[in-house]
T-cell receptor
Framework: GENVEQHPSTLSVQEGDSAVIKCTYS??????FPWYKQELGKGPQLIID?????GEKKDQRIAVTLNKTAKHFSLHITETQPEDSAVYFC???????????FGTGTRLKVLA | DGGITQSPKYLFRKEGQNVTLSCEQN?????MYWYRQDPGQGLRLIYY???????QKGDIAEGYSVSREKKESFPLTVTSAQKNPTAFYLC?????????????FGPGTRLTVL
C-alpha cells in the first residue's frame, strides 16, 4: 500500500553540525519527493524537492538525495542554525492516485 | 502561504454543531486538498479535488464534506458526525510543473470543540 516511513522522529544537533533525515517509500511508481518545514502553529513550507530523474539536488545549506533502487530519499542540512529548529516532513507523490503520502515528521532541535 | 488563505485562524465549536472552514487560493491551481493534523502527528488527507465540480475522498473523509464550485475555493464542512474534530486543519493547492504537482500549504485553521 501507500506508505512513507520517516526517521528519526526527533533529532538534536549542535549549532554548526549537520542533520540528516531519512525517508523510505513503498510505491516504485512515485516520481516526486518534496520536503516541508513546519514551524509551530503554521502551515508546512516547501523547502526543497526532487524528481525521480535526478539523484541529488542542492539549495545553499540544504540538499536532498534520492536512491530509486532502494526507494530511499534523505534531507541533509549543513551548518545548522537555531532557526532551522522545526518539524520536517517528507512526502511522496503517488502517480496512480495523485495523492501525496506524508511521513510522520522529524522534530529537529538545533542547540546553540 | 503565498496565495493560499484560510479563515478563520482559530475556530471554536460546540458539540453537535456543523462548522465550515474557508480555503481560497489565487495561484490559479487546479488541485486543492484538505489535511488534518493532530498534535505531534503527520498529515492525513481528508478530501481532494483535481478540478472544479469534482472531488474525491481521502483517508479520513467520514464526518466531513466539501464542495468545489469555483477553481479558487474549496471549503470544508466539519459535521456533527465527526466524533473527534479538534485538530489543526490545513488546506493546500498544487500546480503541475515539469510533469509533477508542486503542492503549497495555507497557514491552517485550529478547530477546538468545546
Amino acid at each position: 500500500g501507500e506508505n512513507v516511513e520517516q526517521h528519526p522522529s526527533t533529532l538534536s544537533v549542535q549549532e554548526g553540525d549537520s542533520a540528516v533525515i531519512k525517508c523510505t517509500y513503498s510505491d516504485s511508481a512515485s516520481n516526486y519527493f518534496p520536503w516541508y518545514k513546519q514551524e509551530l502553529g503554521k502551515g508546512p513550507q516547501l523547502i526543497i524537492d526532487i524528481r525521480s530523474n535526478v539523484g541529488e539536488k542542492k539549495d545553499q545549506r540544504i540538499a536532498v538525495t534520492l536512491n530509486k533502487t532502494a526507494k530511499h530519499f534523505s534531507l541533509h542540512i549543513t551548518e545548522t542554525q537555531p532557526e532551522d529548529s522545526a518539524v520536517y516532513f517528507c512526502a511522496a507523490l503517488y502517480t496512480g492516485t495523485y495523492k501525496y503520502i506524508f511521513g510522520t515528521g522529524t522534530r529537529l532541535k538545533v542547540l546553540a | 502561504d503565498g496565495g493560499i488563505t484560510q479563515s478563520p485562524k482559530y475556530l471554536f465549536r460546540k458539540e453537535g454543531q456543523n462548522v465550515t472552514l474557508s480555503c481560497e487560493q489565487n495561484l490559479n491551481h487546479d488541485a486543492m486538498y484538505w489535511y488534518r493534523q493532530d498534535p505531534g502527528q503527520g498529515l492525513r488527507l481528508i478530501y481532494y479535488s483535481q478540478i472544479v465540480n469534482d472531488f474525491q475522498k481521502g483517508d479520513i473523509a467520514e464526518g466531513y464534506s466539501v464542495s468545489r464550485e469555483k477553481k479558487e475555493s474549496f471549503p470544508l464542512t466539519v459535521t456533527s458526525a465527526q466524533k473527534n474534530p479538534t485538530a489543526f486543519y490545513l488546506c493546500a493547492s498544487s500546480t503541475r510543473s515539469g510533469g509533477v504537482d508542486t503542492q503549497y500549504f495555507g497557514p491552517g485553521t485550529r478547530l477546538t470543540v468545546l
